[in-house]
């Protein structure tokens, strides 16, 4: 069975500081992953997606995911937050065909 | 932007009322998705099209009927909803290949009551 876990449901940074939001799952196959954003009110952004190629994979809006097979881990980072960067984030796994598994959701909060 | 496009974007309808969420996407994706979304929670699967056939329903209830005209266009047919049904209805496609990307709608904001 697949599964995603997001390790935290809220995380609190200052604008101007690094975003770490944290991804693992399980697969029994080799999966690809993504990360989505959801603003208030809207539908689900594509940030990025990972499918075997590069390990580290660049996003839009400055994120990027490192893709560390050993942890089962995806996690999300960008350098420095901006103020817009306020939203959901969720994990998405697919192992395959139609088949999406989504993350509980994280919601980055930026403080000025 | 978003390539996958919903109508309308907000419905209130009584529990007796039969109305249609529309969704269209010009990608050429051969698979389309309903999800109903309620307020700070991932997104659940109701139905999948692929080839413009039903290919996964997720236990939904009868009340919802979905539709998919053509490969381009899917439908949501509302009808007895219930007050719990109340809820942010997600479009999205994908292809069918390897590796594939699934592509969301702005979504439509149902309130039943």
């Known amino acids: 069975a697949q599964s995603v876990t997001q390790l935290d449901s809220h995380v609190s940074v200052s604008e101007g500081t690094p975003v770490l939001l944290r991804c693992n799952y399980s697969?029994?196959?080799?999966?690809?992953l993504f990360w989505y954003v959801q603003h208030p009110n809207k539908g689900l952004q594509l940030l990025l997606k990972?499918?075997?190629?590069?390990?580290l994979v660049k996003g839009i809006n400055g994120f990027e995911a490192e893709f560390k097979k050993s942890e089962t881990s995806f996690h999300l980072t960008k350098p420095s937050a901006h103020m817009s960067d306020a939203a959901e984030y969720f994990c998405?796994?697919?192992?395959?065909?139609?088949?999406?598994?989504f993350g509980p959701g994280t919601r980055l909060s930026v403080l000025p | 932007d978003t390539e996958v496009t919903q109508t309308p974007k907000h419905l209130v309808m009584g529990m007796t009322n039969k109305k249609s969420l529309k969704c269209e996407q010009h990608?050429?994706?051969?698979?389309m998705y309903w999800y109903k979304q309620k307020a700070k929670k991932p997104p659940e699967l109701m139905f999948v099209?692929?080839?413009?056939?039903?290919?996964i329903n997720e236990s939904v209830p009868s009340r919802f009927s979905p539709e998919c005209p053509n490969s381009s266009l899917l439908n949501l047919h509302l009808h007895a909803l219930q007050p719990e049904d109340s809820a942010l209805y997600l479009c999205?496609?994908?292809?069918?290949?390897?590796?594939?990307?699934?592509?969301f709608g702005e979504g439509s904001w149902l309130t039943v009551v």
């Open positions: 998405v796994v697919s192992p395959y065909g139609q088949n999406f598994v």
């Open positions: 099209y692929s080839y413009e056939k039903l290919s």
């Open positions: 999205a496609s994908s292809s069918l290949t390897a590796g594939n990307t699934i592509y």
């Open positions: 697969s029994s196959y080799s999966p690809s």
């Open positions: 990608m050429g994706h051969r698979a």
């Open positions: 990972y499918t075997s190629a590069a390990t």
